[in-house]
């Protein structure tokens, strides 16, 4: 995988806390703009946290609890 945003760690905790993986939802809790956010939800989907886009509906989390995501993020080697 390509070199992870230094956000990607709290923004994969962000969506499985809230279960809900739009990009929009991203661009206004961290206050970042849309390709960045895009580019966050699009590293997500490649890690398996989040499914792939269904436009304004968002993105299906895959991930249901914390424990799961921080083996994942451990895998990453980000934390």
Same mark, same amino acid.
């Given at each position: 995988m390509k070199r #992870? &945003? +230094?956000?990607f760690a709290d923004v994969a905790r962000?969506?499985?806390n809230k279960q809900e993986g739009s990009t @929009? %939802?991203?661009q206004r809790a961290f206050e970042i703009g849309y390709n %960045?956010?895009?580019? #966050? @939800? &699009? /590293? #997500?989907?490649a890690a398996g946290i989040?499914? +792939?886009n269904k436009g304004p509906k968002g993105r299906d989390v895959l991930i /249901? &609890? #914390?424990e799961s995501l921080e083996n994942?993020? /451990?895998q990453l080697g980000v934390g």
């Open positions: #992870l &945003d +230094p956000m962000y969506v499985v @929009s %939802r991203l %960045r956010a895009g580019k #966050l @939800s &699009d /590293q #997500l989907e989040v499914g +792939p /249901q &609890d #914390l994942i993020l /451990q």
